[in-house]
């Protein structure tokens, strides 16, 4: 007897013992092929509701249906008219074989058929019509049962003493694979890991754009930035930004950016009582200010508040080009005499050699080792004010920096890992003890997160989730982003899919985690399971979105040229 079904045999009468059955274990969950069938291409078409649902096919056609099946799976239709099992066919492909079901009937025109070998495989099934007429699915389904997953920060997580105050921290630019918290070989970020010692690290932590704009627009409104043109916009479609439903909450909010191309102008201000643009002039010409004088502003509001909670949102450039980190950092990571930092060429132009080899990332190195030790400090001020036991800290960034990699220089020109895989740290004081957290979030979930945190209601239009709940029984955690609408990817396990005009590229990110073997060809259905799911994702406004207009549309003669002068200090433009 074969030791698949030798396994069967003994859990069946296992189970019928009395004894935990695994298969039966979790909760009862449905996926109606139907649904799956409205966003497939094909010529099948789904019609009617409730219990008649169903999918039309024409004669002669198949439609593939990706999915990923639930433990103890059964397929379950009904046919109309009724037909002979030889009216149509039923096969289910994973990368490794191809087989056609054998459904049994359940009724009169009722049939199902056993999946239950492919419990938590990404499958293609195949409807095909094999008879001379069209032919209806009615309310065809796979059935079955998943365990709830926990929440990936944990019931612990909650407060016990709301309200609480909430300090959003974003370090512009800062590349996860260049911190010594996750790993990195050199020491550039001490700080962060002593304090990731008392709170939840996130490994899998994605923005959902490579730039800065839409992910903070995406973080704020908790929907995809696609669907809001890009930007925020002061009267913009998106309702109730994180700001703003603090404010109307009743806490006081406060924005410290020394992003200066994030203009309120822009509606980044939306929701914040103060929204402070922090900057220097240097010959009449913007440029950064640094984190430790950024902090200065941010710690002398702190120390201002009352009894009131409140939101304080904080943006820190030190790690975005022009890198320009102080001497003790430079001498370490980047000593003077590899010459001055080459100036980067036009986005168009090839990259500069220096660029991709020695020294821009190493002057990189030294700014992320600045940022992290004025972060240490900040959050060890923060520790001595009186309401620090009540303030929760969230540290993450918008993007990465490609730093030369693949022969880039600027960001926002692709959606690798350098670019959208980022650091996100969770500091709770009434939980302290330390959190490595696996699970694949996106900032999308930020928002919502954070108001939950606080005890507040998460707007239902906010598409993100919060890391507080248990996630979704049937699919799991997977994070999606895309780079205006031209390109984009969605990570799940071990897998992440980027999708362009090219056609869909497939990495096994365990074997390749620099994403240069595309294996799409040897793992066509985990290609199409994830082509699927990401389009099942993509909101139905992509189907007429137009890109936006330039950054600076709507604004005024003062407001475009102050914006142009903030892009042209930081590189963007000659």
């Known amino acids: 007897m074969p030791v698949g ?21 979790g909760e009862p969950v449905e996926v109606p092929l139907t649904e799956l069938a409205s966003q497939a291409p094909g010529a099948a078409r789904v019609e009617g509701e409730g219990e008649l649902r169903r999918l039309v096919q024409p004669a002669g056609e198949s439609i593939d249906l990706y999915l990923r099946l639930p433990r103890a799976s059964r397929l379950h239709f009904e046919m109309v008219p009724e037909l002979p099992s030889q ?42 019509n094999r008879s001379g007429g069209p032919i209806g699915w009615i309310r065809p389904r796979v059935a079955g049962r998943a365990r709830a997953r926990p929440a990936a920060l944990g019931a612990s997580a909650r407060p016990p003493d709301p309200p ?18 996750y790993g990195y070989a050199r ?38 930035p696609d669907e809001l043109g890009a930007r925020l916009r002061p009267d913009g479609p998106a309702p109730h930004t994180l700001a703003e439903r603090f404010r109307e909450a009743g806490y006081a909010t ?76 430079r001498a370490r990571f980047a000593p003077r005499d590899a010459g001055d930092a080459p100036k980067p060429p036009a986005p168009d132009a090839p990259p500069d050699a220096q660029l991709a080899t020695w020294y821009l990332p190493n002057l990189y190195d030294a700014s992320v080792a600045y940022a992290d030790h004025e972060i240490g400090a900040l959050l060890d001020a923060l520790a001595a004010l009186p309401f620090a036991h009540r303030t929760a800290v969230v540290i993450t960034s918008d993007h990465g920096e490609p730093l030369g990699q693949r022969g880039d220089v600027y960001h926002g020109h692709s959606l690798y890992e350098e670019l959208v895989h980022v650091p996100l740290l969770v500091l709770l004081p009434w939980r302290r003890e330390p959190v490595r957290v696996e699970e694949i979030v996106s900032l999308q979930d930020l928002a919502p997160t954070l108001l939950d945190l606080a005890g507040l209601a998460v707007p239902d239009a906010y598409a993100g989730r919060s890391l507080l709940r248990p996630p979704d029984l049937l699919e799991p955690p997977s994070a999606v982003g895309s780079k205006d ?36 060809a040897q793992h066509p259905v985990t290609a199409g399971y994830l082509t699927a799911r990401l389009m099942r994702r993509t909101p139905a406004f992509l189907d007429t979105w137009e890109a936006p207009g330039p950054m600076d549309s709507g604004l005024d003669a003062e407001e475009r040229a102050s914006l142009e002068e903030a892009l042209r200090a930081l590189g963007y433009i000659e």
């Open 5 to 25: 079904q030798i396994g069967r045999l003994l859990g069946a009468l296992l189970c019928g013992a009395g004894f935990a059955c695994a298969e039966r274990a």
């Open 87 to 128: 009216a149509f066919a039923i096969h289910v492909a994973t990368d490794a074989d191809r087989q056609t079901l054998e459904p049994e009937r359940a009724g009169a025109n009722r049939w199902d058929a056993d999946l239950s070998e492919l419990a938590g495989r990404a499958v293609r099934l195949t409807l095909e």
């Open 164 to 181: 609480i105050n909430v300090i959003l921290y974003v370090v512009d630019t800062l590349r996860l694979d260049r911190m010594s918290v």
């Open 187 to 224: 020491p550039t970020t001490p700080e962060l890991a002593r304090w990731a010692e008392r709170g939840a690290l996130f490994r899998s932590a994605y923005a959902p754009g490579s730039k800065t704009p839409p992910t903070i627009t995406a973080l704020f409104a908790s929907r995809h």
């Open 254 to 329: 406060a924005a410290f950016q020394a992003n200066f191309t994030l203009r309120p102008a822009l509606g980044y201000a939306r929701g914040f009582d103060e929204y402070r643009i922090l900057k220097r002039t240097d010959s009449g010409k913007p440029r950064k200010v640094d984190a430790a004088e950024l902090h200065a502003h941010v710690l002398a509001w702190l120390r201002e508040r009352g009894e009131q909670p409140f939101f304080a949102y904080v943006q820190s450039m030190d790690v975005h080009y022009p890198y320009a980190p102080p001497d003790a950092f």
């Open 485 to 520: 609408a031209e390109a984009w990817y969605i990570r799940e396990g071990r897998w992440k899919l980027l999708l362009d005009d090219a056609g869909a590229r497939l990495f096994d990110l365990r074997a390749d985690p620099h994403e240069l073997r595309d294996v799409s």
